[in-house]
């Protein structure tokens, strides 16, 4: 999803021009196929061993490759770059973990001079930018230019997406509502827990809940069997009831969409320890009240840039108890829920403003310019 403002914005400079998009996963596909722009080429990308990595770029022949995030992959920067094919790391983030296992005697060598092959790296925060050349990364190629993760919610709805939130708006009609994003194995029971405890306060209370991995639905379904809970599951396209409480999405590449037809949104992975959260930045783009438990990783830097414009923008809570009475507050109370969806709101479109021409002006002048393209292939894009 990082990637596609990137190529969108790519394909309007340079029309016609030939762009390639790769993944290392079907699911992924199956969120970004119905999103990429006329004329984008889609393949898996290959597996990162010479031959694979030699025949893949000599097939295509790309005059530039953008890689997304911490997807350093060192047969495929070597490769390009001794064809003299630019290499850019965007959104470049290293875990701690990873920082360290790079930084052990074996590794440190094979890093440094990966590292020193490519010609741009965009790093996410300033402690990103300190692990980088802690890791022998030339200096003169790190450049700051935002987070591309706000320009998702610049993605524009689809119109059968649309039909699907008006659909979905009349199927909920008026009840109270509230939505719990890329839930991990494990954190359902905090939140089936929190929305027994709302539904004694708020007898027509409907969860919207969006498993993080569609697989875990089963297991999910099974609890709720068990405890006798009204649910839906959205793949069965079966009509939400006046005693449904809980709708279950058990699709994938829909939850863009569904942040437009819900107030409060609570963005999981980040309520058990050993999670690291997930992107906020699309729940704000939609205007929910955004929730966050305490345990959010590299997106950290995300929630201080939002406070810095606005307290109420992003609420992290501690745990099951605070997030409890988080949604009681905003929930019972319109005009505090206004106020933390127009902070919200606000604060992702001020940090998203100029992301992705930033990006792009910096990989034009460090990388790339349109006068100087000799590949068959204008952009590989891959992550």
């Known amino acids: 999803m990082a990637a596609l403002p990137v190529v969108r914005h790519c394909v309007r400079l340079h029309p016609g021009l030939p762009v390639l998009l790769t ?21 898996f990308a290959p597996l990162d061993c010479p031959n694979a990595i030699d025949s893949f770029i000599g097939y295509w022949k790309p005059s530039l490759v953008l890689l997304l995030e911490s997807e350093l992959w060192p047969n495929l920067i070597m490769s390009a770059a001794a ?53 022998h990364t030339p200096p003169g190629i790190i450049h700051f230019a935002g987070d591309l993760k706000y320009a998702v919610g610049d993605v524009n709805a689809g119109e059968n997406q649309v039909n699907e939130i008006k659909d979905l708006q ?23 827990r929190v929305h027994d405890e709302l539904g004694k306060m708020y007898p027509a209370l409907l969860l919207i809940l969006v498993p993080r991995h569609p697989e875990d639905c089963k297991n ?6 068990k405890q006798k809970i009204n649910f839906v599951l959205r793949s069965t396209r079966e009509v939400v009831s006046s005693t449904t409480r809980v709708y ?11 942040y437009r037809v819900t107030p ?15 992107n906020i930045s699309e729940a704000a783009a939609a205007g929910c009240a955004v929730v966050t438990g305490p345990h959010v990783g590299h997106f950290y830097h995300m929630l201080v840039e939002m406070w810095q414009i606005n307290p109420l923008a992003v609420k ?28 919200a709101k606000n604060a992702f479109s001020i940090m998203s403003d100029g992301v992705v021409n930033r990006v792009w002006n ?7 310019s349109s006068g100087n393209v000799t590949g068959d292939c204008g952009m590989l894009a891959t992550w």
């Open 170 to 192: 009349q199927q909920f009609s008026d009840r109270p509502l509230w939505m719990a994003a890329s839930i991990h194995r494990g954190e359902e029971e905090v939140i089936l």
């Open 264 to 278: 409060v949104a609570v963005i999981g992975g980040s309520f058990l320890p050993g999670l690291a959260g997930h």
């Open 23 to 43: 993944t290392t996963t079907l699911s992924s596909f199956e969120v970004i196929k119905d999103l990429l722009p006329d004329g984008v080429i889609y393949q």
């Open 248 to 258: 279950m999405v058990d699709t994938l590449g829909e939850l863009r969409m569904l």
């Open 362 to 368: 910096l990989v034009s002048r460090d990388c790339w």
């Open 316 to 343: 992290q809570v501690s745990g099951e108890f605070e997030l409890l009475q988080t949604l009681k507050e905003l929930l019972g109370d319109a005009s505090t829920l206004g106020a933390h969806q127009r902070a």
């Open 83 to 135: 064809k003299g094919i630019a290499v850019a790391l965007l959104n470049a983030r290293l875990s701690l973990k990873s920082f360290n296992h790079w930084s052990m005697p074996v590794g440190f060598p094979l890093v440094a001079l990966m590292l020193s092959k490519l010609s741009l790296v965009v790093p996410l925060s300033t402690i990103q930018a300190v692990r980088f050349q802690l890791l």
């Open 220 to 225: 999910i379904s099974l609890a709720l069997k």
